[in-house]
């Protein structure tokens, strides 16, 4: 189950009647971790979550309560008197206060038989009917582990603004405390040793090549990117490819003018479409299933904030970039750009192949219900083969074998063209765009045609011939 999207709750306690307790001043209390999972100890012993007094001021929680996000169970805090948390101060809440019994924990009240899920669940603490706080966690996306708590990252100064609804807030402890073999981990009563959260990037406003920058990734992963007046030049793939006009490129070859866009399909977008986008820039593997990894950069534009607006239909598409027997080059000394993987520069942008040449038969994943799938192609009539010795750049005094940089996929379906397995040898003519999918650039055409050969055998896997050099390690 996934995160609730709950916005979080926080509110001040001051000059208030705390009931069972005494008048308490400004303050804000805080949920800061949380162990629902211990393994030194029971469950029924070792449960317990910190909280920590973001004012100056004490405050008296006698007679709050303690529930669920719905209402039961709850458990009402009674000390038999006040039970004030002093300014800047932590506490620990307990199912068990008894340290020689609950692993080493020194906790300021015992809850007794109100307990934590080890899978999802949540803490709301209440006075009276004001909700003071609430944390709902769930073992996915939040950070999970058997024996560690989980705890809210922040500098001591920042946890009364830092959102503790938020996953990505959250680390698992690494320090070791109290008593068993193994101990358990967390800093229970003190500060969290969860990493300084990075502060957001800036938002960017500006042109695709801009947001692409001349890297291997974009130097604006994270950040809240806004474009306006490109041209949408391919629709499928669960988006869209965008692309500079021809007449606003920066005609530098090392930063790509084209981008794909995370899309929900609501507004409608069609190819020739003239469109702003606003969305949350992204660069490397959003996918579970790592042979799947999608490394080109996108704007995510399904996020809050993200939105696509169609200014204009028709427009003329940009140029295609002509992929030939010099692009992309067979030889790694000598490149059209300075990226050691030639097309990352093209990534997103409309090419052409004008006569391009299949040398293996489709190729299929072992999971996949296709008979077919990508080919390994090349741009021109040469056929690749593996050359003797160790890949580019080699080894002093050894044969060094070229890598075959100018070996690319056809994926004819990727984009809604019928999927066809041409046989090797097979010449044809492609035009769409530029992609990276399986560790390697992809053709995704929008319009493809066999010129020559044997035709279309579906169905059929003639094997591998040669592939690329696969990356190691990053593109």
């Given at each position: ?89 932590y506490a620990v ?14 906790a300021v009240y ?155 399909g609501s507004p ?208």
């Amino acid at each position: 189950m996934g995160w609730t999207g709950r916005v979080a709750s926080r509110v001040g306690v001051g000059c208030v009647l705390v009931f069972g307790g005494t008048a308490g001043g400004f303050g804000q209390i805080v949920i800061t971790e949380i162990m629902y999972d211990p393994s030194a100890v029971n469950d029924t012993a070792g449960e317990w979550f910190e909280i920590y007094n973001t004012s100056g001021i004490a405050v008296d929680i006698n007679g709050w309560t303690i529930e669920e996000a719905d209402g039961s169970p709850s458990h009402t805090i009674n000390n038999g008197g006040p039970l004030s948390i002093g300014g800047n101060t932590y506490a620990v809440l307990a199912r068990d206060d008894d340290s020689t019994m609950n692993g080493g924990v020194t906790a300021v009240y015992e809850y007794g038989s109100w307990a934590l899920s080890n899978s999802q669940d949540s803490i709301v603490l209440k006075n009276g009917m004001t909700v003071v706080d609430t944390v709902e966690y769930d073992e996915n996306p939040f950070p999970v582990a058997v024996g560690a708590s989980i705890a809210l990252a922040g500098a001591e100064g920042d946890l009364a603004t830092v959102d503790n609804n938020a996953s990505a807030n959250w680390c698992l402890s690494t320090t070791e405390f109290g008593t068993g073999s193994p101990k358990d981990k967390g800093t229970p009563g003190a500060a969290n040793d969860c990493p300084m959260p990075e502060p957001p990037p800036d938002p960017v406003t500006g042109e695709i090549f801009d947001i692409q920058g001349s890297g291997l990734d974009s130097p604006h992963i994270g950040a809240t990117a806004t474009t306006n007046d490109n041209i949408v030049t391919a629709v499928g793939g669960g988006g869209f490819f965008i692309q500079t006009p021809s007449s606003r490129s920066d005609d530098n070859v090392n930063t790509s003018d084209g981008i794909f866009v995370v899309h929900s399909g609501s507004p409608t977008v069609a190819v020739g479409d003239q469109v702003d986008v606003v969305g949350t820039v992204l660069d490397g593997s959003g996918a579970s299933d790592q042979r799947r990894t999608w490394f080109f950069s996108r704007i995510d534009a399904t996020v809050a904030g993200g939105s696509v607006t169609v200014d204009a239909s028709n427009q003329p598409l940009p140029a295609p970039v002509e992929l030939n027997a010099s692009l992309p080059s067979p030889n790694p000394r000598s490149l059209s750009c300075t990226s050691r993987f030639e097309l990352e520069c093209y990534e997103g942008m409309r090419v052409r192949v004008a006569s391009g040449t299949v040398f293996s038969g489709s190729q299929r994943d072992r999971d996949d219900t296709e008979p077919v799938g990508e080919m390994y192609v090349t741009a021109s009539s040469s056929r690749p083969f593996r050359e003797p010795g160790i890949e580019y750049p080699g080894l002093p005094g050894l044969p060094v074998w070229d890598g075959n940089p100018e070996v690319f996929r056809l994926d004819p379906d990727k984009l809604g063209l019928t999927n066809v397995s041409w046989d090797p040898g097979t010449t044809f003519s492609a035009t769409g765009v530029l992609a990276w999918e399986f560790f390697g650039n992809e053709l995704w055409p929008r319009s493809n045609a066999p010129a020559s050969g044997t035709g279309q055998g579906v169905g059929r896997d003639h094997g591998r011939i040669v592939e690329p050099a696969e990356p190691r390690g990053e593109r």
